[in-house]
């Protein structure tokens, strides 16, 4: 019915495939129900368990991103960061400005030094 | 708990604890500690802490309870499956000890939930701490037939 696929890197079959998934499946199902059937639904037991804590509804209350493990980093170059934030006025001249007088500085320091 | 294990008459496994703190000092938590590692070793016969509830059969509380965490003591208690046990390691979770009359405690644990074995001693020593464990695990299996019992009678009213 399904032709055999050969690729040059093996070959998939569509049999083998659904003997894996069903094979799969059946690990699977095994896994699932050797957990414990036992508990009350309905109840706290439901939740997840967050210390004993109130389960927040939106994670975004009590996540901590990723780049807060750079916080002393961040600390330590803020005069750096808001001085070169002055620089970032968003008009396309200024930058035009910065590009021609630092290309100006590096042809210079490339012809006297 | 499993299919067929529901149906022996023993413990099927080995004791799995989740201990809270509910304002201990940590000199319980220190000898629970000591009770684990090497020296007495109860997890060579299966007992280990384990990190959440919901895998939990005893709750081991330290400590007497504090207002702050009365409520989460309450919701530790409630999402640990039947049967369950509750043990109490020292002085103060089983009597409030020197802290009875604190203003900032709800008082000793069997205030808030039902305790089933009381370890005294302050700190109280790992034997005393095992003993109480082989204490727990009579009650488990005591609420595991009773729990049977109220299942069968369960299913039978239901059949009828």
Redesign the interface.
Known sequence: MWPKVVSGFGYWDIYVWLIFLAIACFFTMWLR??G?????EG???D?I?F???DVPEDGEDISVPADSAYWGFTKFFRPYYDFMALFHNGLAQDYLGYFVVFIAILTALIVFI | ???LE?YLEVLPKSLWVFA?NSGSCNGCDIEIVATISPRYDIERLGMKLVG???HADILLVTGPVTRF?K???E??Y?????PKAVMVIGNCGCSGDVFYKSYNLVGPVDNVIPVDVYVHGCPPRPEAIIEGAAKAVLKLEEKKKALMLEQSDFAKAGAE
């Open positions: 129900n050797t414990r059937q036992d508990y009350k109840t706290y037991q939740e368990y210390s004993g804590n | 708990m499993m299919k529901k809270c959440t509830p919901k965490m409520e989460k003591l919701r530790i409630a999402q640990i499956p039947d």
